[in-house]
């Protein structure tokens, strides 16, 4: 059993459409990253957290440490966020280990 | 600044040979994971290398080593390659391991 778990797997929405992500984990973390790939490979970090909450532009992700459990949510979402998006935990210094990812498909 | 520099970025080999992945990271930046990617398995941790020494290393068979150099640039070389080795390989820099991660772009690697 995955120690990360993401949902939805596959999510397709329409341009403009409100969008989360959700990530839970098993055990007390050190840093939750997340993660966006793009078909061909590259990651881009878009952020890390240990607690409450980040924004970056249209992309904000929350964590709730009691919960053991995150989000990612996209406003106004475009067909250039399409990718997946991939939970990643840490647990001290431990190894990062991350979840199956989400596929997004933003239609125009 | 130049990013997280991963060479080559493809690589075909056959079975039974050995093959070795070079990671350039940000300049000043210590820490340097590496990770395989999978359609099967998704993405898994191989190694974590901060200031020459090894912090953390995943569930895979010894074939797979790594190492960092005093210059912080890492190599991880697989030994005996088998078709289920057959995958892209990430390599992830930062300042350190409890910051931001910054990957390369890969090296995919096809044995064949």
């Known amino acids: 059993k995955n120690e990360v778990e993401q949902s939805p797997q596959n999510l397709t929405a329409q341009e403009g459409e409100f969008i989360t992500i959700n990530c839970s984990y098993s055990v007390g973390i050190s840093a939750l990253h997340w993660l966006q790939q793009h078909p061909g490979g590259g990651i881009v970090s878009l952020f890390m957290?240990?607690?409450g909450k980040k924004k970056h532009g249209r992309l904000i992700a929350t964590i709730n440490i009691q919960e053991k459990h995150s989000s990612l949510h996209i406003t106004a979402s475009h067909p250039r966020d399409s990718a997946v998006y991939i939970c990643?935990?840490?647990?001290?210094?431990?190894?990062?280990?991350f979840g199956t990812g989400t596929r997004l498909t933003i239609i125009p | 600044k130049a990013g997280v520099t991963q060479t080559p970025r493809y690589l075909i080999k056959t079975r039974g040979q050995q093959v070795t992945l070079s990671c350039s990271p940000i300049s000043g930046h210590r820490s340097v994971s590496w990770y395989q990617q999978t359609p099967g398995q998704g993405l898994q941790f191989l190694f974590e290398?901060?200031?020459?020494?090894?912090?953390n290393k995943g569930n895979f068979p010894g074939r797979f080593s790594g190492r960092q150099f005093s210059n912080s640039r890492s190599e991880m070389n697989v030994s005996t390659l088998e078709l289920g080795d057959s995958a892209l390989y990430l390599c992830a820099s930062s300042l350190a391991d409890s910051r931001a991660l910054h990957f390369g772009n890969g090296t995919r690697l096809t044995v064949t």
């Open positions: 990643a935990v840490r647990v001290g210094n431990e190894k990062l280990t």
């Open positions: 957290l240990s607690s």
């Open positions: 290398y901060f200031s020459e020494t090894q912090r």
